[in-house]
Nanobody, 125 residues
């Protein structure tokens, strides 16, 4: 089992940057694919980025491609989402998630087994 705690959210102006972190505890962190999702008020949870257990494969949502980068440090049990050129439509609660699956490209929330509590990102214009 894995416990996940997000941090790094906050209020930022349009065009600004934020670095979200997800700290994991529990066993076998390096056997999980990890992902970031977000959910805005009144909308469904949507995929942002995912990274394979080794960190060798990543995928990003079209809406964020070129503006965000996901990375992981298995020794520190940490996943990071660097977001740049933020827009008001990026405002949402951002969630870190872990999937007990092999392979890569896990973009559906149903594929993930563990979730953090979320961290609020607000982009003001």
């Amino acid at each position: 089992q894995v416990q996940l705690v997000e941090s790094g959210g906050g209020l930022v102006q349009v065009g600004g940057s934020l670095r979200l972190s997800c700290a994991a505890s529990g066993r076998a962190f390096n056997s999980y694919a990890m992902g970031w999702f977000r959910q805005a008020p009144g909308k469904e949870r949507e995929f942002v980025a995912t990274i394979s257990w080794s960190g060798g494969t990543t995928d990003h949502a079209d809406s964020m491609r070129g503006r965000c980068t996901i990375s992981r440090d298995n020794a520190k049990k940490k996943v990071t989402l660097q977001m740049n050129s933020l827009k008001p439509e990026d405002t949402a609660v951002y969630y870190c998630a872990a999937a007990a699956r092999t392979g890569s490209g896990h973009v559906q929330p149903e594929e993930y087994d563990y979730w953090g509590q979320g961290t609020q990102v607000t982009v003001s214009s």
